[in-house]
């Protein structure tokens, strides 16, 4: 019995100690090579550094979840994964822009690529009083078509 008890003391001081890991521990954006310019908030650098695991990961579903509204993300986040996924294993430039009221702009430089990975970032909420600070990532179908 006594063991039994010494066993969970162990288990639950384990689960105590993990419970105080650090957000980027945990989400996993400690690991990433990046740097940024630009102003950005800090709900726009958590959205961008979410969308950067998720591409080194190449995980399609967890990227499509960051999108402002499900329109189409999953077959943008399949794209991007397609063509980002190796670049998201270099270390990577985010320069961001409020360019408008509504829309954040988040331009990723990965090391090696000529070309960047430009993101449009805008509220999840329903309207201008919404509290909610969360933003999403446009990923609509034809959205970054020229």
Not at 5 to 29: H, I, N, S
Not at 52 to 74: H, M, S, T
């Amino acid at each position: 019995m006594a063991a039994a008890l010494l066993l969970f003391a162990a288990c639950q001081f384990a689960l105590d100690e993990e419970d105080k890991a650090p957000r980027y521990v945990k989400d996993g954006t400690s690991d990433l090579e990046l740097s940024v310019t630009g102003r950005p908030m800090p709900e726009t650098l958590a959205v961008v550094e979410k969308a950067l695991v998720r591409l080194k990961k190449r995980d399609a579903d967890g990227l499509a979840e960051l999108a402002e509204d499900d329109n189409g993300a999953k077959q943008t986040a399949r794209a991007w994964v397609k063509e980002w996924g190796d670049a998201a294993q270099q270390p990577v430039v985010v320069d961001f822009d409020d360019d408008t009221i509504s829309t954040w702009t988040a331009e990723l430089r990965f090391k090696g690529e000529s070309e960047p990975l430009s993101i449009d970032l805008k509220h999840k909420g329903e309207g201008k009083g919404d509290p909610s600070r969360e933003f999403g990532i446009i990923m609509k179908p034809g959205y970054y078509d020229s």
